[in-house]
């Protein structure tokens, strides 16, 4: 599985970066996690961050954050 964490960097791209860790780590999914910061990387995805890429499909974009809870869903809805 193949996770990308969306931002340029901010306290709630830090923060989805660890919610998408926990998460695989909580859920016992072995997957790569990937910061993505590069601007025209991002915008293939969404216009809003942070964003949250699993297996090359969006599945959110933008505050407010999702709880730990939620990500383990989407992440789960691709597994």
């Given amino acids: 599985m ?22 695989v780590k909580e859920l016992g999914i072995d997957a790569k996690i990937e910061k993505v910061s590069e601007i025209q990387e991002i915008m293939r995805y969404t216009m809003s961050t942070p964003g949250l890429v699993v297996n090359g499909k969006l599945r959110h974009a ?18």
């Fill in 62 to 79: 933008g505050k407010p954050l999702p709880s730990l809870g939620k990500v383990k869903e989407l992440i789960k809805a691709e597994a």
């Fill in 2 to 23: 193949e996770i990308k964490v969306l931002g340029p960097g901010c306290a709630n791209c830090h923060k989805m970066e660890e919610l998408a860790k926990t998460a």
